[in-house]
């Protein structure tokens, strides 16, 4: 699947422009495209498998790396496609806190509160596409957990890469 290249963030950026100047219309645009990328979104968070992806791995995988592929398939299986979601989603996550006041303001309750809600669902799938963020943050918390995963992120990351290094040359350098 191609990625977005940004045009994610694009959408977003023209249904805020919408809303802002039609609330009524544009508010509720907003809410469905909000809604159907939610759900296209979990549809492919629930299609990526873990066991799989940990079948493919080149080398054999340790306990912690076999757990943050198996809580977070999507993004290692496909990395440049969930960078670019995350970006849509912190795009719809800030819009969403930019309109719920302001329609609030204009009086449309029932899109406000649809849009409020869905922020929700947009904090727990971020969570999802974009772990390393969320771990950083947990890890800050003093989460051990977070801690262990983090660190096996980088390990696991180079294991499920589909690059393979040249033969012969096992370090970056030119010597």
Not at 18 to 43: I, K, M, Q, S, Y
Not at 48 to 61: F, H, I, M, W
Not at 125 to 131: A, E, G, N, Q, R
Request: a positive charge.
């Amino acid at each position: 699947m191609r990625t977005m290249k940004g045009l994610g963030a694009v959408a977003v950026a023209a249904l805020v422009a919408w809303t802002f100047l039609a609330p009524a219309a544009g508010a509720w645009a907003f809410a469905a495209a909000d809604f159907a990328f939610l759900a296209w979104l979990a549809r492919e968070l629930r299609r990526s498998d873990a066991a799989a992806l940990r079948a493919r791995a080149r080398e054999p995988l340790e306990a912690d790396e076999a757990d943050i592929v198996t809580r977070y398939p999507l993004y290692f299986e496909r990395p440049a496609f969930a960078r670019e979601c995350a970006s849509t989603l912190a795009a719809l996550g800030l819009a969403s806190l930019v309109l719920v006041p302001w329609l609030t303001y204009k009086l449309q309750w029932a899109q406000a509160i649809l849009i409020g809600a869905l922020v929700f669902a947009v904090a727990r799938i971020t969570k999802l596409v974009s772990p390393v963020s969320a771990l950083k943050l947990a890890t800050a918390k003093g989460d051990r957990g977070a801690l262990r995963l983090l660190s096996a992120h980088d390990g696991a990351m180079r294991k499920l890469s589909v690059q393979q290094p040249e033969p012969g040359r096992e370090s970056g350098r030119n010597e």
